[in-house]
C-alpha cells in the first residue's frame, strides 16, 4: 500500500484532493502497520519465555518525549527514582496510544508516576472533558470510540501491558485539571 501511495504521488497530473486522499491512505495503512506489528509482538511474547527487563522511569521519559505523538503539550514527571520489570519497548507500546488519546481530546497532558505495592502506576492526565458515565463500560471494548476514532488504542495498550504483567485502567473519570487519569500498571518499584 505505501509503495502504491508513492508511486501515485509521484505523479504529476493530480489534483489536491487526490493527494489529500493519498496522504489519508498512507496515514491509515501506517498505523494498521503498527497495530500488526504490536499485535505480533504481544504474541510472540506471550508465546515465548519472558526474560525480565528492568526500565528506568526517566528512561521512559526520555523516550516518551521523542515519540512521534499527536501535537499538544506533552509534561513528563516521572522521576528518577522508580524503575519498572518490562522492557522499555513494550512499555512504550502500552503508553503511546494512551498518550495519543489524551492529546486527542485535550491539548495538554500530564505523565507522572507512582509506586503501589510491588507495581508502578504511570498515570496519564489529560486536561479534556472526562469520561462520561456511560463510556465507563466500553472504553476498552475493541471497536468502540467516544469521539469517532477507531477504538483500538485502549485495547491494544491494555493487551500489550497485560503481556508485561501490568495492566490500562481508567485511574479518574474527573481529575483535578478536568479530564480524565488513565494508569499503566507494570510490576517494579524503587531503582
Request: glycine content about 10%; aromatic content about 4%; cysteine-free.
Amino acid at each position: 500500500i505505501h509503495g502504491a501511495v508513492d508511486l501515485l504521488a509521484m505523479r504529476t497530473d493530480l489534483d489536491e484532493q487526490a493527494r489529500e486522499d493519498l496522504a489519508l491512505i498512507k496515514n491509515a495503512s501506517t498505523a494498521m502497520s503498527n497495530t500488526i506489528t504490536v499485535l505480533l509482538d504481544v504474541a510472540r511474547r506471550e508465546s515465548s519465555a519472558v526474560r525480565l527487563d528492568h526500565t528506568s522511569l526517566a528512561d521512559l521519559g526520555a523516550a516518551l518525549q521523542d515519540l512521534p505523538l499527536v501535537p499538544g503539550e506533552l509534561r513528563v514527571d516521572l522521576g528518577e527514582t522508580l524503575t519498572i520489570d518490562v522492557p522499555r519497548a513494550l512499555a512504550i507500546r502500552a503508553l503511546a496510544p494512551v498518550v495519543n488519546n489524551a492529546l486527542r481530546v485535550a491539548d495538554r497532558a500530564h505523565v507522572t508516576a507512582r509506586r503501589r505495592g510491588r507495581s508502578v502506576d504511570i498515570l496519564i492526565a489529560d486536561a479534556g472533558p472526562g469520561i462520561p458515565d456511560a463510556w465507563v463500560d466500553s472504553l476498552f471494548s475493541p471497536g468502540w470510540s467516544g469521539s469517532g476514532g477507531s477504538g483500538l488504542g485502549l485495547p491494544l495498550a491494555r493487551r500489550v501491558a497485560r503481556s508485561g504483567g501490568g495492566d490500562v485502567t481508567l485511574a479518574e473519570r474527573h481529575n483535578e485539571y478536568g479530564g480524565a487519569t488513565f494508569a499503566v500498571t507494570f510490576p517494579g518499584g524503587d531503582s
